[in-house]
């Protein structure tokens, strides 16, 4: 019976495996505890001279046009990778497409940036274009979790 191969195995709900119960203010507890442990072993100013010394090291190979600079002590090295992007004309794309393609391929948008710029110069009002419909807040991307010590309320005396 069970090598029958019209058996409804496909029609079968398939469960999804629930995760078990997870004791939320003992991880943030365990997330305070590492935080503090770091900044009483003096992790910060490591982190920070790394930084500053990472800042160092870079202003001073590209004055001195020198990519790659190796220590052979530690075996570390220090090395400028260019990266690179695509930057497309629009104008020359458009002419080499089809109609059909250029529908697919080339999408009229707005600079987000340039508008922020104007609405910070008063060239702009968030309030109007926000009445008129030409921009809502909305959700991007998942949610992020910031897990940080809790600022004491200010108290607000009534007058």
Not at 66 to 82: H, M, P
Not at 96 to 125: C, F, H, N, W
Not at 127 to 148: F, H, M, S, W
Request: proline share 6%; no cysteine.
């Amino acid at each position: 019976m069970g090598d029958n191969p019209f058996d409804d195995k496909m029609n079968q709900k398939m469960s999804t495996p629930q995760l078990p119960e997870l004791d939320f203010v003992k991880i943030i507890r365990r997330l305070a505890e590492i935080e503090d442990e770091i900044k009483s072993r003096g992790l910060d100013p490591l982190l920070k001279k790394k930084e500053e010394l990472r800042e160092l090291l870079k202003k001073h190979m590209l004055q001195d046009k020198r990519d790659v600079v190796y220590d052979e002590t530690s075996n570390w090295e220090a090395v400028f990778v260019q990266r690179f992007e695509d930057v497309w004309n629009v104008n020359v794309l458009k002419k080499m497409l089809k109609p059909a393609q250029r529908a697919r391929y080339i999408v009229e948008q707005v600079l987000p940036k340039g508008v922020t710029e104007g609405i910070k110069t008063g060239d702009l009002s968030r309030a109007t274009l926000e009445k008129g419909g030409a921009v809502k807040r909305q959700p991007k991307g998942k949610p992020a979790l910031y897990v940080k010590e809790r600022k004491p309320e200010e108290e607000v005396s009534p007058d």
